[in-house]
Structures are given as structure tokens and as C-alpha cells.
């Protein structure tokens, strides 16, 4: 691996002048922001939370290809500062205000050779800076290609760091918790999962949203905000100076981005705090979106659901094909004339029990994977047109199953798995959202499993972040919400395309049938995945021993209250109850706290929280007198407390609390769970014993 | 430049064995085939005619990424013989009748280690050999990315060749004749040659139609037919051995073609004769290909058409572009609020005028380029989304236009210039043909100039040959018919699609303003360019001297009488009068030629032919008395004779010569012509001088 340190170390070697520097403080007075100009004319930023250093001096700009240095020699030509401080509503969240209030700082630069102008944006935060590059339209710059953007987070030592390595497709590795130095030696065993994709950046870098605690206490988190039309950001690391710094995802010919005046960058943030459990709190990411550019929005609703999904890992033997016949042509094979497999598991038959039980218990709707045509022979990348998006398999009767499903007021979740064909895929879309629409789907989960084609492009290049958008405003247009798995991480575009209603981008529990995830996995993803947006994590897995199906050895991570418990400490306004429908049968007083928990949220109270130890997290549900509490550990046994204070004074509820039981333990005895409940209120603090990758889930209501 | 030598070398040491050869000979027995496989398991082929060498015994087969070797240790399985004598009728072409009369020989191979499964067709016909490789549907192969394919055409000495230099993303080099010994001297040179886009070969290597002449007077033209879902195949040459070979156009990151078992290669084509003539009535290619695949045709007509386009090459102003905004962006820029730039020609108004004139003259269509929104900044490759193709400039009335045309009973000719941004004009393709359907028009000019986006393509790959025909199937989808510019060379696709009524892909009339085409340009192009279908070359400039508009100081390669000529040499079934219309209104006695000429025939007599220096053509219009003849020559002056013993005996017509005047050069006195009417008949020979550069054109009726 070639380290990326040039970067870095060139500042050291600048001049560092003595321009004035513009300071901007946090409405609370908590986080300051620095930016000057040195001699040379570098831009330059730095951060402090209470008087503490969050960002040393940090060089901002670009490269310009071919060989132009846009990241000195500027002057500021103009400065311009302002304070906002509104409330705005989600259309579905863990909040129903969120208070947008934030100073700004306004700069335009103008390089004092070429004439070029470059703006910058920041705007600070009570929890943080966001700050963003904006292009005016000008006469002597109009197109131009990144060679790189050049902006740096200069850390101040060797931070703890919850990491995935640099990766231009895939961001479905396992996080690792190590220092900053420890990263180097750590990566090369990491890239040895296996992956559908995996494509390592050159240089030793790490993914957003990164997850840094300073020794000294300081929690750390940096992402981006509003991807839109530009690479996803990946971070360069130089482990001796601790230098972060932006490495853009390029295209296959190393193009970094093709820019036009007149558009601006996503906005780099940074949340800090020296309680964790602001960062979980934190809107900042959301505020720093666009409001909703949709102008109906009635339709787009919460989403707790089932499917036809869990059986493709377990072993069992279901099969997302139809036939075995490996040289089906799409278009050409007449799949009536196939011989059935007799493993297909989307048959009309099957899918009915689904509805059958989502409808029983209350759930809205029911994913069905494998409906259509191309399963069996999905190659990825060697081959463009891989599935049909609009005709079924022959035992699938997609008309039947609509009206049964509507009978029964259950949707059906559609699912174009694309295989990263990209083209293909957008060749089909609108017919593919027609067919939705006139089959009442009113949401998609797609796919984007393997290489790209185009194969000039990866997952997180600028090309495939336009072609994810381009889907949800497809979507949009008939009144679709999109669920996208193996799409670049979120940057809070949710806000501005409500019906993106989840993605998936990271690791989520189909690992678990690998054998994949950690007991302290999903006391991370909030501090990293989940700062861009919700999370399609799939959980509900009762029967973790896959073995009882056949022949997969792999166990689940986790207790099975703690399976519970990911309901609220994972948000997500799309939740599945991803076990097979037979297993909920088989535990029904534990069913019922996943039929009773909302997906929707009035508010959210962070009550504990150490990235990688152990979150709890209490939210109440949307409109409705209810609370719901979920609290997870790592490895490691513990006991929470849950203050119960958010609730209104003066009156008690009832509390139904499902906890690890006495021998409860992931390793062993997984499935040992005790259900009781207790009188409440305002003033009550529930402790509560967690076992070894255990949890605990709280339901509240009126008595 | 590194030469490709090494798959050829590899052959002089291969054990040449003695298995033995199986032969084929053409119906007529003066083409004969020899294939065998080596005692290695080699297959290979050599071709002779009249008893002369054309081909010796040259390698088949292919390599299979990453290192598989597909073209030895083959045993043969199978072997079926055949013979086929069929007549068949093009919708438009340069015959009724076609026959296609050939002999078959089927060979199936197995590849003894691997078992993987070969076979290979060749057909041989009284002019020549076609040949593909069919990939049988097999257990341990489905599918494969090919790293070369092996074919060979081992030549037997230094011919003289009429040749491009290989490169993946252009044909619009002007043709180099020279020994094949020379071709490696003068590539260099010949690749500064400024053209919009170039993407050189790594090894020394030519295009095909490849025209060659040994020095023993045998013409052979290389080419393949029925070119679809693979790329398109350039030739490696070995300049000591004089052995070509199939180098493939890759995309960028050096994959040859993905391939699918139950799918076919495209037929390798060689033609040959000692009549050069031969070459040109060859039919070879069109038999090659697939019967027509549209179930109605009554909708695909010929098309004679003027059109807003020369005047955006002479200089004198006309701007495709409507503003001189360049920050346009297209869904955004309001264009009803851009300030007019003044010399926007695709306006209403200057449309009208076409239309007039080509009411008043009898043409079928008016192209018009620079209709739709985008223009102003169609900068290539950096910018993806440049065009709409469906919202017009505010000045181009559309409705209105469409009303005005069906009154005069002319068609608009729609454009879709896409700057090759090819996936963005997916994207909006299927709108784009629905908005011609609504408006009216039944063709379109679509152009690909500039660098391919997806970024990983080449014009000439897979991929993008895909896209040409998805295109035309889409067009047909809407009837319309469909001229592709900038597209790959055409390898006979018209009979099975005939929608796709021509094609550019070679170096145009618009070359004509760059001071760019030679004197022999038009003697060359029918026997390379033209091999593989009908190419709109747009002739018809009255006007060659382009500074009586401003400041270009073009001057036009030709007399004028041989631009009325080459409607009958350049064989299309759609031909423009490319002029200004104000041009042809001078030279009305001249302009009766261009208004008379059929573009779509009966039948065609080859009369005289040398590539390089002259051809002259008689062609018979579909359906009437009529024949129209063309001849032109290289910058030497020459007498043609035109032998009238094709029309019907004993019977006396009208013929009107368009001649060059006894001063006429075209480096002097272009202008210079006669038009004279004389009787003749079938017994008539007439004896024509045409200047250097010049030509003649006669159009025969009944008296």
C-alpha cells in the first residue's frame, strides 16, 4: 500500500503568514471556527469545542486537472456573516421539530493569477461545522475535472477511531475500533473479507462517517452532507501527523469529479462533543439539507414490514430462481416452457402466507425477493441485461397477489435487485415504476450487488451518487419510496427526498448467516452509518442457530432481546421483521413488542451512549402517548439505567419490559428472555441487567 | 509505436501437420475454401481464387480472459456441408433483386482438455468468403470475456491497401494509399490529422473495410458483416509477414467483448476478384446478414432532403446555439429569458424557407440541426446531461412548423446530436422518439461526436455498438427511419433493420470546410466505407468557394458536375443536396440533376471501377424508365466510358449529360460545365471527359 502523505507534509513546509483570521462562535458559545488565509494565500480552517483544539489549522481547495493548484494564491474579496435559527418538521424522523439554528460565515476568494473565484460556506453549529465550496458562474472557468479536493482535517493526536478502510465500492466491511496508528497495520487484514466488490483505495484512507474519541474525551464525528452531483468522500490518512484528508472517489480513468460553475460541493461536517450522546442527538447533517423539494408528500408513510428474504440466507434451500437453467436470455426465454426448480420461494402461494401474517399482526407490508425473471443467471458485470424489471416469474401472479393483498391491507414491497447494471436498469426504469404503479406497489427496495457497469464507474463515484438520485426522483414521480441497499452511504438527503426512505449501505443482518457481525456492531453504525440517514438494518432475528435449517453453521451475535432492542437504538422509519414468519409464531409475547413498537417519532431521548460499548435510546412514537426504550451492550454485560424523566409528570403508565433473562448470553443461551411488566412515571429510573451482547426493549403506555 | 507481431510469429512454429484440409468451392468454382486443423489442434483456413492465393492457411479461434487459450488442442466433432440459393428483396437498396447463392460448410469443434465446444460457419460465395464462429450452449461455459479474438488473414505479399489507422473512437481519417510495407512510416502523420476524437490502437493496425490490391491485380476487401452485440474488429498488421489479424476495439479497462454461449460472432467477410468492379456488386456482406426483422416496412421510404446544416460550415455565422449564454443548464435555464444571440438558423422563419424550397423542388424532407435546448455549452465528455431533446429553442415553433410542413407535404428530419453523452440519451430516448411521433417526424440524424460517456467506452466497442441498435429498434418502435453520424462503420445491419437507412461513420462532406477531403477520396469510399451500407455523404456543393461567405478559405476538392455524380457512385438510399438552398436557385440547369436522380434502384451496372482513380455507375430507379449514371475521377483527368448496353434494346431514350466544361479543374474552374441532351440507346457507347477531379452525370428517360 503506497501511503498518502505528500498532502500533508507540503504544509509543513509552507509559509505560515499572519493574515487575520475571521472567527466565527456557536449560537452557545461551545464550538469556535478560525478561518484565514495564509502569506501564500492557502485557505485555512480550524475548529474548538470549549476553548479545546477539535481541528489544527487544515489547508481547503482543490486540484484541478490537469495540473492546476487551485488551493492558494487567493484573496478575499468579499466576507459576509449571519445567524439563522428556525424549526422544521420531517416528514418522517426521530423528531418532529428540529430547530435549525446556526451562524454563518460567507467567504469569496479570488486566485489571484487565473482569476478564478472560489467560495466557502461554513455554518456552525451548537454540535458542530458544516462547511461547503461553492462555484459562482464566472467568465474564465465554466467546466472543469478534479484531480482532487484538497480539504484537510488536521487532527490533534492519535485518536481511538471507528473505521472501514478506504473502499470505492463496497461499504460492508466489519468496523474496527483502533487508534489512528494502529490503522496501517490493521487494514490489509480487514480487506481480507470477502465481499461482492471491493475496491481499495490506493492510499492508506478510511470511510465516512468516521467516529474518532481523543484521548482527552472529545467525541469526533466527520461525514458530509448533501451528496449531490460530486464523488463520495473517502479520508486520506497520514498516521504520523494524524492529518485527515478529503480523497474523492474517482472514476476507473481517475477523474474525481466534473464540476460546472454555478454548483457548489456537499458540505463537510464535522459533530463534536465531549458526550457522546450528543453526536446520536445530533441533526446537524439534516439541517444542512435542502428542505423538501417534493411538493406532496401524503403519501410517503412509515413502513414496518415482512418478506420473502430471511430464507434465502438460512440455508433452508429457497432460491431466488425459478428454474435451473443457467442459459435463460431475458426477452427470449419463454419461462412458461421452464422446468420449475421447485425451490422458488416468491410463489404466489408463499407470498399469501406472508401477507396472510403481516395482515394478523398489523404489519403494512411484505417484501418479496425473486419475482422476476433473471435469477438465474445473474452474473454480475460480464452481462448488461440481467433481469426484467416488469415481467414475473410464471408462478408469481402479480395480479392475484394485488388484489389479495389489498383485501387484506397489506402492500407489497417491490425489489429490482439490478446487479450494479446499471444502464440496464435505467433503461428499464420508468417502465419499471409504471408497472409498480399499476400493480399498487408504493415501495422498492433496490440492489446494487457487484461491479458496476457502466464499468468506467464505482458505487460511490459521482456518476452512480447521480444515478441513486435519478432513482428517487424516478420513484417520486409515482409516488414510490425507495429503500437502496448497496448504494453509497446517506448524507441526509432524506430531508430533501423524504420518500428515500432507507438504504442499507453497510453492514446489516443478512451477515449475521455469514457469520459476519460483532457483538459491538450495532452499538457502532449509530455513531457512523446512521449519521447520514436511516438504516434498513432488517432485525427481528429470533431463531439465531441457523444450523436447525441444514447445513449453515453461523449463530446470530446477539440476544434476542437485544434483537428487540435494535428497533429503536437503530432508526429507521422502514423496519423489517426480517425472521421467518414461522419463528415469530413459535415466541409470540416477545412478537409483540416488534408489532407494538413505532417507526415514527415525536422525539428522541439519548439516554446512554459510548460508541462500541453500548447505546440506549428512548423515542416516543409519532403522535400517540407511547415510549419505547431500547438498550444494547456490546460484549460485555452491563446494566443500564433508564431515566424515565422525558415522560410527562404527574401520571404513571405501564411499562412492559422485555429483558435478558438470568442465563441469557449470545454464545449460549441466546433465547433466554424474561417479560414483565411495571408501573411508571416521570420520576422513575429502571436498572436493568444486560446480558453479554444482550439488550433490553421498554414499552410505554397509559394505563 | 509497439508493433503487434507476436500472434502471427507464433504460427512459424507451430508443427504444421497433416490432418486433412476440407474444401469448399464456390458455386460458380473459381473461389475455393481450405480448413483443417493443425496436428496441434489449430483450425485453420486459406482462401484462393481462380486458382491463386488470397489467404494462406491462417489461425482461428480466440483468447479467453485472463489466460485461456482458445484456438488450438481442438478435435473436430462434427462437419456438415451445404448449398443455398436463394432470391430476396431489400426494402431500398441498389437492387430488387438480390441473390444469395453460396455453399456452407459447418464445423464443429471440441476442445480436447477444457471440453469447451467451437464452431465455425463459413459460407463461400461466387465473390468471396464470409465466416463466423457460433458459440454453442454448453455446461462449462456460459459466460466469457474474450482478451482477443485470434482470427488471421495471411496475406501473400506487400498489396497496395487503401487504409485508416486503427483507432477505437474514429473513421473520419482521410484514406491513405500506400504498400503495406508504408503503412507503419506514414501512420504517425496521418494520426495528427485533427478529428474530434482519437483513440489510437496500441499496435500498428488498420480498419476495416480494409481494400487491398496485389500486385498481381487481385482485389480483396476485408470487412465482417452482421456486426452486433460485439465490437467492432480492427486488423493488426504484421508489415513482414503481411499477416492481418482481428484486433478487437476494447473498452477502456481492455476487455474485448463479454460473451454469452447460444450467441454468434459476426461474419469475417473477405471479397476478391480480378475486376475490380467485382468489389463494388458484391452483395456479399447484405447476404450475410439476417433477413428483415421489421414485420412492416411500408413506412420506410427513400429520402431526398435539404436542410439547415451547411451554413453552420461555411462561415458565414449560422449558429446551431440560440444564446451566448455557455452557463446554461438544461431543466433549469429558462430560455425564454435568454437574450437571442441573433444568429440562431434553426429558426422558424429560416425553417419555412427550406421547407418552401423543398416543396417547390420535390424533396421528401428538411433536416434541421440546432432545434433543441443545449447548444450553447455542449462541451463533451465533462458534462453529462447536455441536451434535451425534447424542449425546442423558443424561436423553433414546432407545432407550428409541423402544421406548415404537412401542408407543403415535406417531413422535418429530426436531430439528436448526442456528443456522445450516450447514457443521458438513453435516458431521455424513449421521450425523444415519442416527441418525433407526435410532432410528425419519421427520421432522425443522430450524432456521436466527442468522447464516449459511460467513460468507459469507445464508439467502436461493445457497448456502444449495442447502443446504435438500440436506437434503431427503439426508432422502429415509432417508425422512424435513422441515420446515424459518428457511429461504428456499417456492416450490412440495413437489410435486417432497414429503418437504418444510412450512416456516416467515414470522413463527410463537412470535411470539405476543414480543406480536408482529396481528389480520390470519393474513387476510394465505395470500396471500403461503402462495403457495408449506404452512407449519407451529403453531396451536392454548387458553391466551393467557402470565402465568398467570410473568412474560411476552404475550397472544395471537386468540379461541380462530379458533386452531381456521386449521387449515383455513393450509393444511399438518403441523400441531401447539402448546400445552401440560395445556391442551388443559381444553377437551376445544373439543379435539375440533383432534383431528377433516384436515391432508391432497381438495379446497378458497375461500369467502370479502380479504387483511387475513377468508378463510374448506371442505376436503374425503382420502378421507372429511368437511369441515372454517375463517373468521376481522382485529380487526373480521364475519359469515361459509359457502355449503355444495360437498357432495354431496340428502344431510343433522352439522355441529358451534366458534363465538366472543357476548362473546368477543380483547383480553378469547379463551376465550369456543359449540360447537353442526346439520343441514345442500348447500343450507345459514350465517351466523356471528366477534369481533374471531375466527373459526369446523365439521367436517362424515354423520349
Redesign the interface.
Given at each position: 500500500m503506497k501511503r498518502f502523505v505528500s498532502v500533508c507534509i507540503l504544509l509543513c513546509f509552507a509559509v505560515w503568514g499572519t493574515i487575520k483570521a475571521q472567527v466565527l462562535t456557536s449560537p452557545d458559545g461551545n464550538v469556535s471556527l478560525d478561518f484565514r488565509l495564509l502569506s501564500d494565500g492557502t485557505p485555512v480552517y480550524s475548529l474548538q469545542y470549549k476553548g479545546r483544539e477539535v481541528i489544527k489549522e487544515s489547508r481547503m481547495g482543490f486540484l484541478v486537472s490537469p495540473e492546476f493548484v487551485f488551493c492558494k494564491d487567493f484573496e478575499q474579496i468579499e466576507e459576509r456573516t449571519g445567524e439563522a435559527d428556525t424549526v422544521w418538521h420531517p416528514v418522517l424522523g426521530q423528531y418532529r421539530d428540529i430547530r435549525d439554528h446556526h451562524k454563518e460565515l460567507f467567504v469569496a476568494l479570488r486566485q489571484k493569477d487565473t482569476g478564478w473565484l472560489l467560495n466557502i460556506r461554513f455554518r456552525l453549529f451548537d454540535d458542530g461545522l458544516g462547511f461547503r465550496y461553492e462555484f459562482p458562474?464566472q467568465e474564465d472557468l465554466?467546466?472543469?475535472?478534479l484531480k482532487e479536493e484538497v480539504t484537510e482535517f488536521r487532527l490533534t493526536g492519535d485518536h481511538k477511531a471507528f473505521w472501514l478502510p478506504g473502499d470505492y465500492d463496497t461499504n460492508e466491511y466489519p468496523t474496527t475500533t483502533s487508534l489512528l496508528s494502529e490503522v496501517a497495520f490493521l487494514t490489509d487484514s480487514v480487506r481480507q473479507e470477502p465481499l461482492a466488490v471491493k475496491s481499495f483505495t490506493p492510499d492508506l484512507a478510511v470511510q465516512t462517517p468516521l467516529m474518532l474519541k481523543s484521548a482527552d474525551g472529545l467525541y469526533i464525528n466527520i461525514h458530509e452532507a448533501a451528496l449531490v452531483d460530486y464523488p463520495a468522500m473517502q479520508l486520506n490518512l497520514d498516521d504520523k501527523s494524524f492529518c485527515l484528508s478529503a480523497h474523492l472517489t474517482p472514476?476507473?480513468?481517475g477523474?474525481k469529479g466534473?464540476m460546472?460553475?454555478?454548483n457548489v460541493t456537499p458540505w463537510r461536517t464535522i459533530v463534536v462533543s465531549d458526550d457522546a450522546r450528543d453526536i446520536l442527538a445530533s441533526n446537524l447533517i439534516l439541517n444542512l439539507n435542502e428542505p423538501c423539494k417534493l411538493e406532496d408528500t401524503s403519501w410517503i408513510h412509515p413502513v414496518k414490514y415482512v418478506g420473502v428474504w430471511w430464507e434465502y440466507f438460512t440455508g433452508q434451500g429457497s432460491t431466488w430462481a425459478y428454474t435451473k437453467n443457467?442459459?435463460i436470455?431475458i426477452g427470449k426465454t419463454d419461462y412458461t416452457k421452464e422446468m420449475p426448480n421447485g425451490t422458488h420461494a416468491a410463489n404466489t402461494a408463499h407470498v399469501k402466507e406472508y401477507i396472510d401474517f403481516a395482515s394478523r399482526n398489523g404489519f403494512d407490508a411484505v417484501l418479496v425477493e425473486g419475482w422476476n425473471e433473471g435469477w438465474e443467471?445473474n452474473?454480475a458485470?460480464?452481462?448488461?441485461h440481467i433481469y426484467s424489471f416488469t415481467r414475473p416469474y410464471p408462478d408469481f401472479d402479480v395480479s392475484e397477489l394485488q388484489r389479495y393483498a389489498a383485501e387484506k391491507k397489506v402492500k407489497i414491497i417491490m425489489h429490482h435487485e439490478t446487479t450494479s447494471s446499471v444502464?440496464d436498469y435505467?433503461?428499464q426504469m420508468?417502465d419499471a415504476f409504471r408497472f409498480m404503479s399499476e400493480h399498487g406497489y408504493d415501495a422498492v427496495k433496490t440492489g446494487y450487488v457487484g461491479p458496476i457497469i457502466?464499468?468506467?464507474?464505482h458505487h460511490d463515484g459521482q456518476?452512480m451518487v447521480?444515478h441513486y438520485l435519478?432513482v428517487v426522483k424516478m420513484a417520486a414521480k409515482y409516488k414510490a419510496m425507495v429503500n437502496s441497499h448497496e448504494a453509497v452511504r446517506p448524507t441526509g438527503l432524506c430531508r430533501t427526498y423524504p420518500n428515500w426512505i432507507a438504504q442499507e449501505s453497510a453492514r446489516g443482518t443478512e451477515f449475521e448467516s455469514f457469520k459476519g457481525n460483532r457483538p459491538d456492531h450495532t452499538t457502532i453504525l449509530p455513531f457512523t452509518r446512521l449519521m447520514g440517514g436511516p438504516m434498513d438494518y432488517t432485525p427481528g432475528i429470533f431463531e439465531g442457530d441457523l444450523s436447525v435449517y441444514g447445513s449453515n453453521k453461523a449463530k446470530l451475535s446477539t440476544t434476542l432481546v437485544k434483537q428487540l432492542a435494535l428497533y429503536v437504538t437503530m432508526y429507521s422509519p422502514l423496519q423489517m421483521a426480517a425472521d421467518l414468519y414461522t419463528n415469530y409464531e413459535k415466541y409470540p409475547d416477545a412478537f409483540q413488542f416488534i408489532k407494538d413498537v413505532a417507526v415514527d417519532w415525536d422525539d428522541t431521548y439519548i439516554l446512554e451512549a459510548e460508541p462500541g460499548d453500548y447505546i440506549t435510546i428512548a423515542r416516543k412514537a409519532k403522535g400517540k402517548d407511547e415510549w419505547y426504550v431500547g438498550g444494547i451492550t456490546d460484549e460485555n454485560s452491563r446494566e443500564a439505567t433508564i431515566d424515565l424523566s422525558f415522560l410527562p409528570r404527574g401520571k404513571n403508565y405501564r411499562a412492559v419490559i422485555y429483558a435478558d433473562g438470568e442465563k441469557a448470553d449470545w454464545r449460549t443461551t441466546p433465547k433466554d428472555y424474561v417479560i414483565f411488566s411495571k408501573k411508571v412515571n416521570s420520576k422513575t429510573v429502571l436498572k436493568q441487567r444486560l446480558a453479554p451482547s444482550g439488550g433490553v426493549a421498554v414499552s410505554i403506555k397509559p394505563m
Open positions: 458562474v465554466r467546466n472543469f475535472t472514476d476507473k480513468n477523474a466534473f460546472q460553475t454555478g443457467q442459459d436470455v443467471a452474473f458485470y460480464v452481462k448488461e444502464c435505467e433503461r420508468e457502466p464499468r468506467s464507474e456518476w447521480n435519478r
